[in-house]
C-alpha cells in the first residue's frame, strides 16, 4: 500500500490539498482512505459536521473513505489499559482507579493518536492508497522520529539483557506476599515496543513519502529549507512540491499584478531551490473550495505526482570506500536545505548524533564505521560528508603477499 504524508508550513492549505491528493488517487482507480485530524478536514468531503469524529471511515466520493482521528478516545482506550495492568502497583500504594468518563486527553496525545490509525490502517489491507493530513512540517518531523526514538529510550531503561531476571519475580512475589510491580512493567514495555515497531516499519516503508505543500509568499523558500533538511535527516523521502494558491498572471488590476509577480518571483526561487524536486502549481480559487466538484479543480498538480514514476527506495545514508585513494571511507547524508552553522556532529560509542539546526538523529554506525575514528565533516552540495579513518589498533590488516 502507498502511503503519503501531506505536510507543510502552517497556513499553506496542507488539508484542502491533502484532500484533493486523496481524490485524485481515487479518480485513478485506488481505493483510497483519507486520514485527518478531527477538527481540520473539509466538511463537504468528510460528509460530517466539523468537529464530530468519525467510528469508521465515511464514503466520500466513488473510491474515497474518509476517517477522522479521534485523539481522545485512543487516550482513554491507552489509560485504562494502562491502569488495569498496574492495578496491583496502584492497590500497594493505595490510589483511586479513574472513571472513564472523568478522562480527558492530555497534550500530545494527538500525536499518538495518528501514529495508531496510521498503523492500523495498514494492518487492515483494505486500501490501495492512504493519504494522510499531517499536522505542520516541523510537528510532522517530529512525530515521524517518534517511534525510533522512544524504542531507543525503552531499550536503554529497559535492557532485553536483563529480562532474564524476570524468571524470578514470581518467585520474589511468593516471598513478599504481594504481585511484583515490575513485572506489569516488562509487560507494558514489551506492548509497547510492538507497537511502536510496528509503526517504524509503517512510516520506513519504501512506499510511505512525504507531499510538501507551500505557498507562494516571500518568505516561503527560507521556511521550506529547514523543513527539507528535517525531513532528509530522518531519511524521509519527498515526492514533489506543490505550490498552492497562485494566483492568475497577466491582470489589468494593479494590485492583483503586484501579487500575482510576487508569487511568481517566490515560485522561480522555489524552483531554484529545490532543483532535486518536481515542483507543481496549485491555482487560487477565489475561495477555499466547497464539495467535492470544486475539488476537482485542484486535481492536476497532486494526479501528476500520484502518476509520476518512483525510483527504487535505498537508504540516503550511504558509505563511500574511498580508502585505495585517500584512505578514507565517506558516510554521505543528503541534508538539502541545511546551512552550516546549524550542523553538530558528535560520536558517541557505537552511535554518531547528527544535528541540523532544531532537529537531531542518532543512528548506529554501520559495523565497518565502527572500527574507525572520525576525522572531519563538510557539508557539499546538500549532503554532510562525514570523513572515517580506519583505526589500526581495530582495523582488519592485509595479509603480506608471498
Known amino acids: 500500500m502507498r502511503t503519503v504524508l501531506v505536510t507543510g508550513p502552517g497556513g499553506a492549505g496542507r488539508t484542502t490539498l ?44 466513488p473510491g474515497l473513505h474518509v ?15 494502562f491502569q488495569e495492568r498496574a492495578g496491583a ?23 499518538f493518536a495518528l501514529l495508531h490509525a496510521l498503523r492500523a490502517a495498514h494492518a487492515a489491507g483494505t486500501w490501495d492508497l492512504l493519504v494522510v493530513d499531517m499536522p ?30 524476570r524468571a524470578l519475580r514470581p518467585v520474589l512475589a511468593q516471598l513478599a506476599g504481594v504481585p511484583m510491580p515490575a513485572q506489569k512493567l516488562y509487560e507494558a514495555a514489551e506492548g509497547w515496543e510492538r507497537e511502536l515497531a510496528a509503526v517504524q516499519r509503517v512510516v520506513d516503508a519504501p512506499d510511505t513519502s512525504v507531499l510538501l505543500v507551500t505557498d507562494a509568499g ?11 533538511a528535517g525531513l532528509a535527516l530522518h ?16 491582470s489589468a488590476d494593479p494590485f492583483l499584478a503586484g501579487l500575482s509577480g510576487s508569487q511568481q518571483a517566490a515560485l522561480k526561487a522555489l524552483r531554484a531551490n529545490c532543483p532535486d524536486l518536481p515542483v507543481h502549481e496549485v491555482a487560487h480559487l477565489g475561495r477555499d473550495p466547497q464539495g467535492i466538484d470544486e475539488l476537482d479543480a485542484l486535481l492536476d498538480g497532486p494526479a501528476a505526482v500520484l502518476a509520476a514514476p518512483r525510483p527504487p527506495a535505498t537508504d540516503p545514508w550511504t558509505v563511500e570506500d574511498h580508502l585505495a585513494s585517500d584512505g578514507i571511507l565517506l558516510w554521505r547524508v543528503p541534508l538539502p536545505g541545511a546551512e552550516r552553522d546549524g550542523l553538530g556532529l558528535v560520536r558517541r560509542g557505537d552511535e554518531i548524533v547528527v544535528t541540523v539546526g532544531r532537529y537531531r538523529r542518532i543512528r548506529t554506525l554501520p559495523s565497518a564505521l565502527r572500527r574507525c575514528t572520525v576525522s572531519g565533516a563538510a557539508l557539499r552540495d546538500g549532503a554532510l560528508e562525514i570523513r572515517f579513518t580506519p583505526d589500526p589498533g581495530l582495523w582488519p590488516r592485509t595479509a603480506p603477499s608471498d
Request: avoid cysteine; charged fraction near 25%; proline fraction near 10%.
Open 18 to 61: 491533502a484532500a484533493a491528493t486523496a481524490l485524485a488517487g481515487a479518480r485513478q482507480g485506488a481505493r483510497t482512505l483519507l486520514l485527518t485530524p478531527q477538527d481540520s478536514a473539509p466538511e463537504a468531503v468528510l460528509g460530517v459536521r466539523p468537529g464530530v469524529a468519525a467510528p469508521s471511515a465515511i464514503a466520500a466520493a
Open 67 to 81: 476517517r477522522r482521528i479521534d485523539p481522545a478516545d485512543r487516550f482513554r482506550q491507552e489509560f485504562l489499559g
Open 89 to 111: 502497583a496502584l492497590d500497594l500504594l493505595g490510589a483511586a482507579p479513574l472513571d472513564e468518563d472523568e478522562l480527558t486527553e492530555l497534550p500530545g496525545s494527538e500525536s
Open 136 to 165: 505542520p512540517a516541523a510537528e510532522t518531523i517530529r512525530l515521524l522520529a517518534l517511534p525510533a526514538q522512544v524504542r531507543r529510550y525503552l531499550r536503554r531503561l529497559l535492557p532485553p539483557e536483563r529480562q532474564a531476571a
Open 218 to 228: 516571500p518568505v516561503a523558500g527560507a521556511a521550506l529549507r529547514p523543513l527539507r
Open 235 to 250: 531519511g524521509r523521502r519527498t515526492d514533489a512540491l506543490l505550490v498552492n494558491r497562485l494566483l492568475p498572471t497577466g
